[in-house]
């Protein structure tokens, strides 16, 4: 009874039970356990159908654990919006212009379930998974720009096209440790329902409490040790929907003589982290002289793990906490002194706490520097030979039974055991030439 007395001094929730929509989050939740079980389970059946399209293991997991979790997240997401979609009191929540957003968003997030689950069952080239990127994102981009900045079409389409895909690669980016997707997807959609709560958005406060309901429904087959990872289109599809959310959000604001300017800043806060993790991931990689496209394990949840000692489960929450932290510091600055400097406050915290974190583990001895003169330090200071070529007048190359070999002195029973030697001899015989082994 206390907690329906606290409720209903926020009118603004209360008018959503009123109008019987709190049934649709237990229901994100529960469905999204059906499904997380089902795949689960389905994985590991005998029935050759369901495990051929199911089971896909985590590549990087030392728990074998299933990596295709973000088809039963997006599921139960989607399954969310379609019941709010159809109910009777959608437009109470809703304006005609979310109407069409959300039917844009809901036609793109199937193209990037599509592509993920194809990279995560055949790894698609970079090129290949990027050109469908543009594609699902350029769509939505294009059709949304008419909704939300109707006036200046080719800027909206800039703007929805850069943020979009700068934050589904930055997503998937941190969906490097078992509940760190998890934790930071909450407090991201925590944030919009601040906001929303502050400039009473139904619409967004129903799309964050959805995604929130799907995320804690992931949370029982994630946590350490994990069961199920998220995989390519799990990370995307969680930041395609914060994208959504910001979308809802821009728009309430216009409606409501917020400056376009304003309404901007705002709608992009809860942005700012999957930004920077991409910003600095991409500079970090072209500054060690590697492809911004590759992997490494220098981002900072890898680094709380690997150099600070702590287990996945304790740098997710630590991760999230200082996020949660720096954002409540952009929501209070925001209060006080506007949306603008918000904004760039957010981002400069966040990109000094990752550079004075990371930077001096990005330039350990752990990392290499590609030039010839570091590569050959580095591999002297591992003890491992180094022949300089001044040294040597003439060297060839051979392949006998699948082990490399040298024109030079024969291979001793010491260096090679006896089934090679035999071998050896067979084709010593047939070459009329004397072989050493290259351990």
């Keep these: 009874m206390n907690l329906l007395l606290v409720i209903e001094k926020f009118s603004f929730f209360k008018f959503m039970i009123d109008r019987n929509m709190w049934w649709i989050f237990p229901s994100v939740f529960l469905f999204g356990i059906a499904t997380f079980s089902f795949l689960f389970i389905g994985a590991r059946s005998e029935n050759r159908i369901l495990r051929k399209l199911l089971f896909i293991p985590a590549r990087k997991s030392i728990t074998n654990a299933v990596q295709l979790g973000g088809l039963p997240l997006s599921l139960s997401i989607i399954f969310g919006f379609f019941h709010i979609y159809n109910h009777e009191s959608f437009h109470s929540f809703f304006s005609i212009l979310d109407h069409y957003t959300i039917k844009y968003w809901l036609v793109s997030s199937g193209i990037i379930v599509l592509y993920g689950y194809l990279d995560d069952k055949f790894e698609l080239r970079p090129f290949v998974k990027l050109a469908l990127q543009l594609f699902s994102i350029g769509f939505f981009a294009t059709l949304e720009s008419r909704v939300v900045f109707p006036k200046w079409g080719a800027l909206a389409f800039l703007i929805v096209s850069f943020w979009g895909l700068g934050v589904i690669n930055g997503s998937n980016l941190l969906d490097g440790l078992d509940t760190l997707t998890i934790k930071i997807g909450i407090v991201t959609f925590g944030v919009f329902l601040i906001i929303s709560y502050n400039f009473k958005i139904p619409s967004s406060t129903l799309a964050s409490l959805v995604a929130i309901s799907s995320l804690l429904a992931f949370y029982f087959f994630n946590k350490e040790p994990a069961k199920i990872h998220l995989g390519e289109i799990g990370g995307s599809f ?83 906490l200082c996020y949660a932290l720096v954002m409540i510091s952009g929501i209070t600055i925001m209060h006080f002194y506007g949306p603008f400097l918000s904004l760039v406050l957010t981002t400069g915290l966040l990109v000094t706490a990752y550079v004075g974190i990371g930077r001096k583990h990005w330039k350990s001895e752990k990392s290499l520097d590609l030039k010839p003169k570091a590569l050959f330090d580095y591999l002297i200071k591992k003890n491992v030979g180094v022949i300089y070529s001044s040294e040597v007048e003439e060297f060839e190359l051979k392949v006998i039974s699948g082990v490399l070999t040298t024109s030079e002195d024969p291979v001793t029973s010491e260096e090679a055991g006896e089934p090679f030697e035999k071998k050896a001899d067979s084709s010593l015989e047939e070459n009329g030439k004397k072989t050493k082994k290259i351990a």
Aim: include cysteine.
């Design 238 to 320: 969680i930041g395609f929907t914060s994208v959504l959310v910001s979308c809802l959000v821009f728009s309430h604001l216009i409606r409501i003589k917020v400056s376009h300017f304003n309404a901007l800043n705002i709608c992009l806060l809860p942005l700012t982290l999957p930004m920077v993790e991409l910003g600095i991931s991409f500079v970090r990689r072209i500054y060690s002289r590697r492809s911004p496209f590759k992997g490494d394990k220098y981002h900072l949840h890898h680094i709380l793990k690997n150099y600070y000692g702590f287990s996945p489960s304790k740098a997710s929450t630590i991760y999230a």
